[in-house]
């Protein structure tokens, strides 16, 4: 359990985690009946309605909501913003 | 199989090798946004709200990546999968502001491949071998961090976050340092005869990850493997395996055991080091990623992308040794880069047309300049030689007196060093800077009379059978000629003028 929450990046209290241990044995418990169905001879879905993957062209900043050059908007939340970089904590191996 | 072996107290051992070639795509923009993938931008400047992975953003896959991805794998006669889907990998980290790159892990892309590493008895490959290409799926790419910018903080630059990458997975087929040289090369070569991928590893555009395991030898269960991360040249990827295979077998002599682990090669010492990562490190929960449909190709994508491959490095030097009658080596230095075949064979096409003739008729003339003669001269020249002057035009010029007989060997050099120079036309250089050879006949026979004359002694023993002085008489003459005699006409003149 806590190393899933520390996975996640959860922040969970040593005390909440016994009490969570059987609520997610029984999540688990369901899923695994799920897989007794017999789905061998189904398509997975992937929609709820039937659509394909759209692909877009390979042009540079064709929308400007999806596009680059915007640093100032990027880097508006960041904590820490420095040179036009972002600035975390010390992270090296 | 490679001879490659390490001597340990208790026997030899062999290495076996896999490689995890990460190439990035060659596309105006990246694999989800529309940002630009153009290298060394200012820092976040290529960034989009996507990349950035601002909330409520919807990935949308550039076509321009997918079709890329689908040539590669048609050039290493792999299965393409009509239907791929995309995955999430589930990871923390201040590179990746998703908390999850979206990558193809349950149905890729690309399937079972191959490639030809070609025999090279110095290197140590003593006959050609097939490689085996486990798959090749599309994923992005992470952003950048400096460490050394500020004492307590790292800096992320993210115009690399979302980049395209083809990750191209070798099956465990490689036993030497020199196969996986030799592979890494192959592969680059393809990528870019496809146009899938730059191939420049300085810039970080092709970098392994090296898995390596050793085993006794005649042992055919692998041994546990590591995987050295982020190796970004051929030499590197060599200098990587050595060590590494050499540490593992110490570490087994010694009775210790080998440690599934990620690992850090150092440039600086030729040295890998355990990343010491935590286990959980790798567990990267995986699922569909839910803002993606399946990618479904139909044939007519597919179709387009088969017609649009360029001749292979294979067939190309299949063809320059059948076809244009060229030596193995001639055919694998052409075939090796893509501007070396490119100039190549513009220079063919326009000498072949100059002189009236097949290509297969001039191509070893041309092979030989291309290869030695022209980067001979270039390299003499140093700084005074202005390599834009040397139009395919002008060397088929030169190429195409020589062939005529006005000009020797040497002279085409003479001329050619001059258009280096200054840009001016070989046929005027010929003409105003003296640099033909006479092969008018009347001016050679008169020098052979002369020096016949001169030298009846000679000739007398000449016909008496000492058939070496024939030499004599060529040099008599291109000294009476100043060296400008072409040497097929005086030679004939002279047989038959000494009987």
Known sequence: MAKIASLARIDVD????????????????????????????????????????????????????TGGGKRDAILANAPVAEHGFFGVPKVIE | ?????????????????????????????????????????????????IDAAMPGMLPVPNRECIRQAVRTGMAIEAEINKWSRFDRKNYFYADLPQGYQISQLYHPLVGE??????????????EDKVIRI????????????????????SYVDLNRTGVALMEIVSRPDMTSPAEAGAY??????ILRYVGSCDGNMEEGSMRADVNVSVRKVGDTELGTRTETKNVN????????????????????????????ETRLFDPNTGHTRSMRSKEDAHDYRYFPDPDLLPLALDDAFLEACRESLPELPDAKRARYTGELGLSEYNARE???????????ETLLAATAKGIGKPEKDVATQVANWSLSVAPGVIKALGDEADVSHATAERQASILDMQAKGEISGGQAKEIFEIVLKTGREPGEIADTEGLKQVSDTGAIEEAIDTIIANNADKVEEYRGGKDKLFGFFVGQTMKAMQGKANPQVVNQILKDKLG
């Open chain 1, 14 to 65: 040593e005390k909440d985690l016994d009490h969570m241990v059987p609520e997610f044995n029984n999540i688990l418990a369901w899923v695994e009946q799920l897989g007794e169905v017999d789905t061998s001879s189904v398509e997975p879905m992937t929609a709820v309605i039937p659509q394909e993957l759209r692909l877009r062209d390979d042009v540079v900043d064709a929308d400007p909501l």
């Open chain 2, 1 to 49: 199989m490679s001879n490659y072996r390490i001597q340990g107290a208790t026997g030899q051992w062999e290495v076996v090798i896999g490689l995890e070639v990460h190439a990035q795509v060659t596309s105006k923009a990246k694999l989800f946004s529309s940002a630009s993938t153009e290298f060394g931008a200012e820092p976040n400047v290529q960034v989009s709200l």
């Open chain 2, 113 to 126: 491949g191959q490639l030809l590493i070609e025999a090279d008895e110095k290197a140590g490959i003593p």
């Open chain 2, 134 to 153: 486990e798959r090749i799926h599309v994923e992005q790419d992470a952003g950048k961090l400096m460490h050394d910018q500020h004492p307590t903080m």
């Open chain 2, 184 to 189: 890494i090369r192959k592969l680059r070569s």
């Open chain 2, 233 to 260: 040249s051929v030499r590197f990827v060599m200098q990587a395996i050595e060590h590494e295979a050499q540490r593992q077998v110490d570490v087994l002599e010694d009775g210790g055991k080998i440690v599934q």
């Open chain 2, 334 to 344: 052409l075939t090796a880069e893509v501007e070396t075949f490119a100039r190549f």
